[in-house]
């Protein structure tokens, strides 16, 4: 399946910088290996998934961007589970599938990710807002579930988060 002249070709390498040891050999060989894993990824690509089911993945991969891109450009809004599955005209249960098969993570878990994240970045760019600030600017309406939403991702509270970029 693999052409076997550039494997061997990346293996003579290998032995070659092995043996002279110049400097920075360990670079070379490290090359060689990736280049040899490349070899094999396309050649896994190629012969295991057919190209209409590669062409769906690439699709869906497409489809998953556009919700991330409405996520960061309407993280301060409210933004519902129908919002999101209406823009891949899609009904919401059929959506949460799609976007935890592709993502690992449900839509609500990236969202609230994604304003945490959000969140951190306000409070080291803008040390004198509130915490409750924060919060409403990131899209939390409720402080309170923004201090527990920031604690189960970073394991801080937002206060002693806070405090620590601070000092």
Same mark, same amino acid.
């Given at each position: 399946i693999v052409s076997s002249m550039p494997l061997t070709d990346y293996f003579m390498s290998m032995w070659k910088e092995n043996q002279e040891k110049k400097i920075g050999y360990e670079y070379a060989v490290k090359s060689d290996i990736y280049g040899i894993f490349s070899l094999l990824l396309r050649s896994y690509m190629k012969y295991t998934i057919p190209d209409k089911q590669n062409l769906h993945r690439t699709r869906n991969v497409h489809k998953i961007n556009e919700i991330i891109k409405y996520? &960061?450009? #309407? +993280?301060? %809004? &409210? /933004? =519902?589970? %129908? %919002?999101?599955?209406? *823009?891949?005209?899609?009904? $919401?249960? +059929? !959506? @949460? $599938?799609? !976007?935890? &098969? /592709?993502?690992?993570?449900?839509?609500?878990? +990236?969202?609230?990710?994604? $304003? /945490? #994240?959000?969140? *951190? =970045?306000?409070? =080291?760019? @803008?040390? &004198?807002m509130s915490v409750t600030s924060i919060a409403l600017k990131c899209g939390f309406n409720d402080p309170n579930y923004f201090s527990r939403t920031f604690r189960s991702i970073t394991g801080h509270t937002p206060r002693s988060y806070k405090a620590k970029l601070t000092l």
């Open positions: 996520v &960061e450009e #309407h +993280y301060q %809004d &409210e /933004i =519902s589970l %129908d %919002d999101m599955a209406n *823009i891949l005209n899609f009904n $919401r249960f +059929y !959506f @949460c $599938r799609f !976007f935890k &098969e /592709i993502t690992g993570v449900t839509p609500a878990e +990236y969202v609230n990710n994604f $304003r /945490i #994240h959000q969140a *951190i =970045s306000l409070m =080291s760019g @803008c040390p &004198e």
